[in-house]
């Protein structure tokens, strides 16, 4: 069973930052899995943040978050990290770290096997 644990959500005016860690609980798992960010705000559907799947060497943003936000990961750590620059109240949300191993490419939120927690973002004007 893998285990995600999200952190480094808060509060921040418009234009600030924040940086979300996610932390896999399973040895190289940021490097050998798809992995994701996925975000929720109140009334909506779960939208893909970012998707990245080193093996595949593919990485896609959001057409919302591109410029402004970036992934890193630190493989000693098993932890993928978010930089959110330049926030906007409309990016406001739950965020979610996610990750699968099947081996398949995919932006839908089913066919994550893994979820953490959440963590807030709240980003006020």
């Known amino acids: 069973q893998v285990q995600l644990v999200e952190s480094g959500g808060g509060s921040v005016q418009a234009g600030g930052s924040l940086r979300l860690s996610c932390a896999a609980s399973?040895?190289?798992?940021?490097?050998?899995?798809?992995m994701a960010w996925f975000r929720q705000a109140p009334g909506k559907e779960r939208e893909g943040v970012v998707i990245?799947?080193?093996?595949?060497?593919?990485?896609v943003y959001a057409d919302s978050v591109k410029g402004r936000f970036s992934i890193s990961r630190d493989s000693a750590k098993n932890t993928l990290y978010l930089q959110m620059n330049s926030l906007k109240p409309e990016d406001t949300a739950m965020y979610y770290c996610?990750?699968?191993?099947?081996?398949?490419?995919?932006?839908?939120?089913?066919?994550?096997?893994?979820w953490g927690q959440g963590t807030q973002v709240t980003v006020s004007s």
């Open positions: 996610a990750a699968d191993c099947r081996g398949r490419w995919s932006d839908v939120p089913a066919d994550f096997a893994y």
């Open positions: 399973v040895y190289d798992y940021t490097i050998n899995c798809m």
């Open positions: 990245t799947y080193p093996l595949r060497g593919r990485t």
